[in-house]
Nanobody, 119 residues
Framework: QVQLVESGGGLVQSGGSLRLSCAAS????????MAWYRQSPGLERELVAD???????RYVDSVKGRFTIARDSGMHTLYLEMNSVKPEDTAVYYC?????????????WGQGTQVTVST
C-alpha cells in the first residue's frame, strides 16, 4: 500500500505561482511512476504531468512551459511547480502513484488539494 498526502493548494492570482507537494509513505520502494491529475467541476479528471522512477516526464499541452513536475530520488515526495497560472488551471489537484503490489500494478490516490486562480 502507498499513502499519498497533497499540500500547497490555495488561492493565487492569475499570472502567479504555486508549488504543490505530495508526500508518499508506505511501500514507496515499489513505486515506479507518479503523476499529478486535476479535476474541475463538471469535467473529467485529466492527467496534468507525470514522471517515471527514471525521471522521464510528460505534460499535457495546456501546461507545457508553465508547470514543472519533479520528485526526490526515493519517490517519497512529488512536486508540481506551477508558474504563470491561469483561471483555467482552477481545479482540485490529485497526486497519483503506480506501484507494484504482489504481482500486479496498482494505482493509489491522494485526497486532493484545491487550487483556485483568480482573475
Amino acid at each position: 500500500q502507498v499513502q499519498l498526502v497533497e499540500s500547497g493548494g490555495g488561492l493565487v492570482q492569475s499570472g502567479g505561482s504555486l508549488r504543490l507537494s505530495c508526500a508518499a509513505s508506505g511501500s514507496v520502494s515499489n513505486v515506479v511512476h507518479m503523476a499529478w491529475y486535476r479535476q474541475s467541476p463538471g469535467l473529467e479528471r485529466e492527467l496534468v504531468a507525470d514522471i517515471t522512477k527514471g525521471g522521464l516526464t510528460r505534460y499535457v499541452d495546456s501546461v507545457k512551459g508553465r508547470f514543472t513536475i519533479a520528485r526526490d530520488s526515493g519517490m517519497h515526495t512529488l512536486y508540481l511547480e506551477m508558474n504563470s497560472v491561469k483561471p483555467e488551471d482552477t481545479a482540485v489537484y490529485y497526486c497519483s502513484a503506480n506501484a507494484l503490489v504482489d504481482v500486479s500494478m496498482r494505482q493509489f490516490w491522494g485526497q486532493g488539494t484545491q487550487v483556485t486562480v483568480s482573475t
